[in-house]
């Protein structure tokens, strides 16, 4: 798993000399190192060349650590090193898709194969290196990047932004006072394109301002301090970009005084908020990405003073008036504007739940299937943090919500979703309550039970919903309660929902049915003797007894089949025609 080490001496360890040996068998490894890279820009993954050079490369790493425990390797321009001694030369004939090259192109000042390391981990290694070894514009990451994302286990590295490394040196106090905004109308053009030359130049000033210097020279000055809190309190006419913010964090994380660092936050601030209003949603997602990254306590050493100000920098961008004009943002995003969504979708991840009340409307206003598939995920990510404000947009907005809010609630757990789900089955329409009660009876069986008053719904389709919970399990408990039902209200319903409660009996109960369906079944005076009247009780209880489908049950239905009475053994002949119990829809 790659590590953030904050000194040195951490980063590189102390030069030693290498004994004859280790110094043989590391040489050795980058051969093979080498060598697979070749063969693996040559061939398929899957190819036989490339396997038996992940094979032999993997092997030889083992023999190493069976000996001389990780090797780490210090990476050069053009060499790489083995604490103080040269290993490899990258040879100027090479072609700049050279590994050890695009290595040190993306920034990686070390890295350390560690004990263990195995063939998948290799195989992704070189994977990513080949995916991203084209240094072009439009590629979209970078080989520290997507190291960093894989997460390795036996793969260490340190990595380094080199654009930095190879800038000027320059005082960050020499950052100049911000542009003149434009006075007339008939100047705009004009103003315009020096407003983009000096946010380019101002990148440039900032970028310059990094390289090279020591954490104690990154500290603000008073003068920079002063500069930047001008720059907090006044317009800004920078064009905020990838280097500027990068820029940003490495001078964040130098301050050591908590009132400089608060100041440097703070015009981040004020660059998060127009960022959004310049519609830049990706700039937006790098920006929070960098902050967590930067101060994230498994990969940094930060204090709490400024882990706590970070929690609450992104408290103060979650206020009402950011998330109105988040919300406006929304409503005015057009279908086409995939990849603006989806860059604000990520960077709403990173808000407070309290976002929610103002989400909600987007996703009843807005006619967009994208928006609102993407503000439910949303929704249902901030929820799992604090499920607060949902709760109370249930209250305010349930009923209009109805399948949207469903959708949400289906993708959350706990009590309190359960509770919201319930309520669900007071909605008005009848589709919402069907769903409502097949995810509540999806998520545990027993709450079957506690909607068992829902039998008699005036909709024949919840009752068909409810029963068919009732049929997906064994249990006594709704047994008992459909046999009551049966003994008590049977006459005065409908026919057809009567053998739909015969037919849930017969999937949920057991042999303490049976007694009751053989009375029903066999008994001579319970129906004319030709048949006439309620043949339908007979028919329940016969595909009961065929559905219980036990020793006990099946004595019965033998002695239906074989009865002298032609209305029983017409009963029993119903059980050859036995369907769903549900017919439930659940396509809508």
């Not at 279908?335 to 860059?343: D, M, N, P, R, V």
């Not at 509770?419 to 027993?446: G, N, Q, T, W, Y």
Request: charge should be negative; hydrophobic fraction near 40%.
């Amino acid at each position: 798993m790659q590590k953030t080490d904050t000194k040195e001496q951490q980063e590189i360890p102390a030069p030693t000399s290498l004994s004859d040996k280790e110094l043989q068998d590391a040489r050795q490894i980058i051969n093979i190192f080498i060598k697979a890279w070749k063969n693996y820009g040559l061939y398929p993954e899957d190819h036989i060349n490339t396997v038996k050079s992940f094979e032999n490369l993997v092997a030889a790493f083992g023999n190493f650590f069976s000996s001389h425990g990780d090797l780490r390797l210090t990476v050069e321009k053009d060499r790489l090193l083995c604490q103080s001694e040269i290993i490899y030369e990258v040879s100027p004939e090479a072609p700049s898709e050279e590994i050890i090259t695009l290595l040190y192109r993306d920034g990686i000042k070390w890295i350390e194969f560690q004990e263990g390391l195995p063939l998948e981990e290799i195989a992704s290694f070189y994977r990513i290196a080949y995916k991203y070894r084209l240094f072009a514009e439009e590629t979209e990451g970078d080989i520290v990047t997507a190291l960093y994302d894989e997460e390795l286990e036996y793969i260490d590295f340190k990595a380094v932004d080199i654009f930095w490394q190879d800038l000027l040196l320059m005082d960050f106090s020499e950052l100049p006072p911000p542009a003149p905004k434009p006075e007339e109308d008939t100047d705009r053009e004009e103003t315009d394109q020096s407003q983009d030359k000096k946010g380019s130049e101002g990148d440039d000033i900032v970028a310059r301002s990094i390289a090279l210097i020591s954490d104690d020279q990154l500290e603000l000055s008073n003068l920079d301090y002063a500069t930047l809190q001008q720059m907090v309190q006044e317009e800004e006419s920078w064009v905020i970009t990838e280097d500027l913010i990068e820029a940003l964090m490495i001078i964040l994380k130098s301050q050591s005084e908590q009132e400089k660092f608060d100041a440097v936050l703070g015009f981040i601030s004020e660059e998060t908020v127009e960022t959004i209003e310049q519609d830049r949603y990706d700039l937006l997602v790098v920006l929070f990405q960098s902050l967590i990254k930067l101060f994230s306590p498994e990969t940094s050493t930060a204090q709490d003073w400024q882990n706590s100000r970070i929690d609450r920098f992104f408290q103060n961008v979650s206020t009402p008036k950011i998330f109105q004009l988040i919300s406006d943002k929304l409503l005015k995003l057009e279908t086409i504007e995939i990849e603006k969504l989806k860059a604000l979708g990520q960077a709403l991840f990173y808000l407070s739940p309290e976002l929610v009340p103002f989400l909600v409307p987007v996703i009843m206003e807005s006619s967009s299937k994208e928006i609102q598939q993407m503000l439910s995920e949303v929704i249902v990510h901030m929820s799992q943090r604090d499920i607060g404000p949902l709760e109370k947009i249930v209250e305010q907005h349930g009923t209009e919500m109805g399948d949207k809010l469903l959708a949400i609630l289906n993708r959350l757990q706990g009590n309190r979703v359960n509770k919201i789900l319930f309520k669900m089955c007071e909605h008005p329409s009848d589709m919402v309550r069907r769903k409502a009660i097949k995810e509540l009876v999806d998520r545990d069986p027993k709450y079957a039970q506690k909607l068992f008053s829902l039998i008699d719904d005036p909709s024949k389709e919840i009752r068909t919903s409810i029963l068919a919970g009732f049929a997906k399990h064994k249990s006594s408990a709704l047994e008992n309660m459909l046999l009551n039902y049966l003994k008590e209200n049977s006459t005065q319903k409908d026919p057809v929902h009567i053998l739909a409660c015969y037919t849930a009996l017969g999937r949920c109960g057991s042999n303490a049915s049976v007694p009751y369906l053989r009375r029903i079944l066999l008994s001579r005076g319970w129906n004319s003797f030709m048949g006439s009247g309620k043949l339908f009780f007979r028919e329940g209880a016969a595909i009961a007894v065929a559905l219980l489908d036990t020793p006990e049950a099946k004595d019965v239905l033998q002695k239906a089949s074989k009865s002298r009475f032609k209305v029983v053994r017409k009963a029993f002949d119903r059980t050859n025609k036995i369907s769903d119990v549900s017919g439930e829809n659940t396509n809508d």
